[in-house]
């Protein structure tokens, strides 16, 4: 019988710090101009070889187990293309909420991807692996940058920013409830989505003033999520009358919402209270 492999992946919650809907294209798709970021948030995953089935999905989340999600259909299909006569075992500890515009599964789905190329050593390049990744959703490429970065197109287009970001933290409110990407841009395509210029917000990298750029934090989806979750208009209304407003903007397409803070210059904890009555409040480092 052959020995028993093991890798093991975090997959890392994504924010964005900025995300402007630039239209619809003629296949469906969006195109999109973000500003991403990592933050210490992570699913757990390791993978071992062998296994009842091909793949095998075992988490604290039913969703993940079942044989009708993102993260599955990657796995199956990387491992009939690349390892047809192996099975494997995923296991996940899922610690990112689902629908909290966080790019759970799509993180979860690079690190499969990731995960599977280091367990069989296949020898897939980083250009490869984040092609196939595209072909699974557009959050996906972002999940295998280790840094900031400009995200344009749908997703595609990738470019590394200069930003230091080792000083602040983000303070997540989540109102705990899921919000479908699909429902809102279906929404937006149909009452149109907000445009921002993200010119200044580039100039401000540039010049490394981090403190102009917490101001000009923007997002097309939040005015289309507010109306469709009126939880998540609430945790930003409250997160802004306890902290002002720079640096406070959701992510994604919702639900959680992010205020950007220096950690040592902000007493985080006398203001929390109010917030966790109601909403799940954490504090994670920037990647």
Same mark, same amino acid.
């Given at each position: 019988m052959d020995e028993k492999r093991t890798v093991r992946r975090l997959a890392r919650a994504k924010v964005n710090l900025f995300l402007n809907v630039k239209g619809r294209r003629p296949d469906g798709y969006h195109d999109l101009e973000m500003i991403n970021a990592r933050i210490s948030?992570?699913?757990?995953?390791?993978?071992?070889?062998?296994?009842?089935?091909?793949?095998v999905i075992r988490s604290n989340d039913p969703y993940l187990q079942n044989h009708d999600n993102l993260v599955y259909f990657v796995a199956r299909d990387l491992m009939e293309s690349h390892a047809p006569d192996e099975h494997v075992t995923i296991e996940i500890d899922k610690r990112i909420p689902a629908g909290a515009g966080l790019a759970g599964n799509s993180a979860d789905a690079a690190a499969v991807i990731e995960g599977l190329n280091e367990l069989y050593q296949w020898g897939i390049s980083p250009a490869a692996m984040r092609d196939f990744a595209l072909l699974y959703g557009?959050?996906?490429?972002?999940? +295998?940058?280790?840094? *900031?970065? /400009?995200?344009?197109?749908? =997703?595609?287009?990738? %470019?590394?920013?200069?930003?230091? /970001?080792?000083?602040?933290?983000?303070?997540?409110?989540? *109102?705990?409830?899921?919000?479908?990407?699909?429902?809102? +841009?279906? !929404? =937006?395509?149909?009452? =149109?989505?907000? %445009?921002?210029?993200? =010119? *200044?917000?580039?100039?401000?990298?540039? @010049? !490394? @003033?981090? *403190?102009r750029m917490f101001e000009l934090l923007r997002n097309s989806l939040e005015e289309i999520t507010f109306s469709l979750s009126p939880e998540t208009k609430k945790a930003k209304e409250m997160l802004i009358a306890l902290t002002g407003s720079d640096g406070v903007v959701m992510t994604g397409s919702g639900a959680a919402v992010l205020k950007i803070v220096n950690p040592s210059q902000f007493n985080l904890y006398d203001r929390l209270d109010v917030l966790s009555d109601k909403f799940s409040v954490n504090i994670y480092n920037f990647l």
């Open positions: 948030l992570a699913d757990g995953l390791s993978f071992v070889s062998g296994g009842d089935e091909r793949v557009a959050d996906i490429p972002y999940c +295998f940058e280790p840094r *900031p970065a /400009l995200v344009e197109g749908i =997703g595609e287009r990738i %470019t590394p920013l200069e930003i230091d /970001l080792s000083e602040y933290a983000v303070l997540l409110v989540h *109102p705990k409830v899921f919000v479908a990407t699909d429902q809102v +841009f279906k !929404k =937006g395509d149909m009452v =149109g989505f907000p %445009t921002y210029d993200i =010119g *200044p917000v580039l100039d401000a990298v540039r @010049n !490394k @003033n981090l *403190p």
